[in-house]
């Protein structure tokens, strides 16, 4: 969507807050010995509160109210008594929701409890990479541009990206145009970010894979050549300037 009014714009910022916070207090929440549907019931709970309701859900059916993905998993995990964290996993939360008819999508890769598999240099690079990139949206500037900055900075870090996973557009729905915000450079592409307009941009940082593949359960994702993955995603304004990132009220960044 495009931000075209005060109201649109408080609209969006509450949206935001709710996944933000929902996001920050699941990873804040989250311990070993806890089921991956344990954690996504808490989220669901804090998303109630604010009168949010699951996008994925909404949008897709997605049987869950936010994306819990462990290790190898790459996205779009399903929340699972079966699944129990363990110390030392790498853990991937996507909260995004509707409130109000306002939609906003979040989410973080981070390690729990102690780094026994030595994850957090990835996350590192995942968290870095999403920042620089933030940094270089402004109105008019080549979204082909942004892509070549994530996988070059990607590459400067020992890392691939994933090249058919991309953040979008967002706002008055889960996805909208423009569509396909790649983690590398498409020469195809001579799209320009617009002032004004909201994107969720997010980061696909690999260790082996450059392509995510889908498992028979119909939504979990995992590397065509295995190995880890780390994402972040912040719902962001287009501006003139430094954007404004709706969903700094995480700690994402920490």
């Not at 049987?63 to 399903?78: K, L």
Request: a negative charge.
């Amino acid at each position: 969507m495009s931000i075209t009014s005060q109201s649109e714009l408080i609209g969006m910022q509450e949206a935001s807050k709710a996944v933000a916070y929902t996001l920050r207090k699941m990873i804040d929440y989250a311990q070993p010995g806890m089921s991956t549907k344990d954690l996504d019931e808490y989220g669901a709970n804090i998303l109630t509160e604010f009168g949010a309701n699951s996008a994925p859900f909404l949008t897709y059916g997605f049987p869950g109210w936010t994306c819990i993905s462990v290790d190898d998993e790459f996205c779009h995990g399903i929340p699972s008594d079966r699944r129990v964290l363990q110390d030392g996993d790498l853990i991937n939360i996507d909260v995004s929701a509707e409130l109000n008819g306002f939609w906003s999508d979040n989410g973080a890769s981070f390690v729990l409890g102690t780094d026994i598999h030595q994850h957090q240099k990835l996350v590192d690079a995942s968290k870095d990479i999403l920042r620089k990139a933030i940094d270089n949206i402004r109105g008019g500037v080549k979204i082909a541009d942004v892509g070549h900055l994530m996988e070059s900075e990607a590459r400067k870090k020992g890392y691939k990206v994933i090249k058919n996973l991309g953040g979008h557009g967002i706002g008055r729905s889960l996805h909208e145009e423009p569509d396909e915000l790649l983690n590398y450079k498409n020469r195809f592409d001579q799209r320009r970010f617009k002032k004004n307009s909201v994107v969720a941009i997010e980061t696909f940082i690999s260790t082996s894979s450059t392509y995510a593949t889908e498992l028979s359960d119909g939504w979990t994702m995992v590397g065509n050549k295995g190995g880890y993955m780390a994402q972040h995603e912040h719902t962001i304004v287009i501006t003139d300037g430094k954007p404004i990132i709706l969903t700094e009220g995480n700690h994402i960044w920490s």
